[in-house]
């Protein structure tokens, strides 16, 4: 029986736990275009045993008009079953992605419904630096059941943002670095000019990590927000280029104590993108 775990696990707890029945860890691995690297090639090299490849490239909804948008609670479960995970399951995500990408898979499965789910803390590259084992090859599990699930409540649409300039109901917090922020030029990134929506604050998502990679302790994320101006009072969204490391800042804020938060999945990338939305360059 595994005890309960909170939303961030350490590498001791998963390989305490990892040959109990009722946890699944999935490897929540992508990658930025310009790093030359495929997730799938990798974790069929080498992977934490047992671990299942969730594939968070293709684990979009196609038919929305959001870029790389999240996938639909029909999409998550679908996946899941696939991958052999059954109602109950507690599931372990962990990356070996510069961008921290199992914080964009845990809010895709947590934001419908999905748990219990956490993420590993320092992910597979302090798995790998501590000496712990490896496997390699692909597992094909059997299928499960689909869950039920619910429609995501936590996630900031386009119309939400335009009608929250007027009201400032919401703070909105930008994960992406202050060059890309506050510059001027082309975003290195997704293309297209950099810039940011009005009134934005920025935090990159780097700052809530430690020199190991592992999220800073609750009292130094809460102090890392109130530097980037956040008042941990208010409704907070967070967004970037396209919504995944503001998913990195959405946990960190959970992990924070801060749960009136939401995602703006278009992120930037969306944003600058229509020619009708407001934007603003240069210093704050």
Same mark, same amino acid.
């Given at each position: 029986?595994?005890?309960?775990?909170?939303?961030?696990?350490?590498? #001791?707890?998963? %390989?305490?736990?990892?040959? !109990?029945? &009722?946890?699944?860890? *999935?490897?929540?691995?992508?990658?930025? @275009?310009? =790093?030359?690297?495929?997730?799938?090639?990798?974790?069929?090299?080498?992977?934490?045993?047992?671990?299942?490849?969730?594939?968070?490239?293709?684990?979009?909804?196609?038919?929305?008009?959001?870029?790389?948008?999240?996938?639909?609670?029909?999409?998550?479960?679908?996946?899941?079953?696939?991958?052999?995970?059954?109602?109950?399951?507690?599931?372990?995500?962990? #990356?070996?992605? %510069?961008?921290?990408?199992? !914080?964009? &898979?845990?809010?895709? *499965?947590?934001?419908?419904?999905?748990? @219990?789910? =956490?993420?590993?803390?320092?992910?597979?590259?302090?798995?790998?630096?501590?000496?712990?084992?490896?496997?390699?090859?692909?597992?094909?599990?059997?299928?499960?059941?689909?869950?039920?699930?619910?429609?995501?409540?936590?996630?900031?649409?386009?119309?939400?943002?335009?009608?929250?300039?007027?009201?400032?109901?919401?703070?909105?917090?930008?994960?992406?670095?202050?060059?890309?922020?506050?510059?001027?030029?082309?975003?290195?990134?997704?293309?297209?000019?950099?810039?940011?929506?009005?009134?934005?604050?920025?935090?990159?998502?780097?700052?809530?990590?430690?020199?190991?990679?592992?999220?800073?302790?609750?009292?130094?994320?809460?102090?890392?927000?109130?530097?980037?101006?956040?008042?941990?009072?208010?409704?907070?969204?967070?967004?970037?280029?396209?919504?995944?490391?503001?998913?990195?800042?959405?946990?960190?804020?959970?992990?924070?104590?801060?749960?009136?938060?939401?995602?703006?999945?278009?992120?930037?990338?969306?944003?600058?993108?229509?020619?009708?939305?407001?934007?603003?360059?240069?210093?704050?």
């Amino acid at each position: 029986m595994i005890e309960p775990f909170p939303i961030l696990v350490s590498t #001791d707890w998963l %390989a305490d736990n990892l040959d !109990a029945s &009722a946890l699944v860890v *999935l490897d929540a691995s992508r990658h930025l @275009p310009d =790093a030359g690297r495929d997730p799938r090639a990798e974790f069929e090299d080498a992977h934490i045993p047992g671990a299942r490849f969730l594939d968070l490239a293709s684990f979009t909804d196609p038919d929305s008009s959001v870029p790389a948008a999240l996938p639909t609670p029909a999409q998550v479960a679908e996946r899941l079953a696939k991958l052999g995970v059954a109602i109950g399951d507690r599931i372990v995500l962990y #990356d070996d992605s %510069a961008v921290k990408t199992s !914080a964009r &898979a845990w809010f895709a *499965l947590s934001s419908v419904g999905v748990e @219990p789910v =956490a993420v590993l803390d320092g992910g597979l590259g302090k798995w790998k630096a501590e000496g712990r084992p490896l496997e390699s090859g692909i597992p094909e599990p059997s299928s499960a059941w689909l869950m039920p699930l619910s429609a995501a409540q936590n996630v900031a649409t386009k119309e939400q943002m335009l009608s929250n300039l007027g009201s400032r109901d919401e703070q909105v917090l930008d994960a992406r670095s202050a060059d890309r922020v506050f510059g001027h030029g082309s975003d290195p990134v997704h293309g297209g000019q950099n810039g940011r929506i009005p009134g934005s604050l920025n935090l990159p998502f780097g700052a809530v990590f430690q020199d190991d990679r592992t999220f800073k302790p609750p009292h130094d994320l809460r102090a890392a927000f109130a530097a980037a101006g956040v008042d941990l009072s208010r409704p907070l969204v967070t967004s970037c280029g396209s919504g995944v490391t503001a998913s990195v800042l959405l946990f960190a804020a959970h992990l924070a104590g801060k749960d009136d938060v939401r995602l703006y999945d278009g992120s930037w990338q969306e944003w600058a993108a229509d020619p009708d939305t407001p934007k603003e360059q240069g210093p704050a």
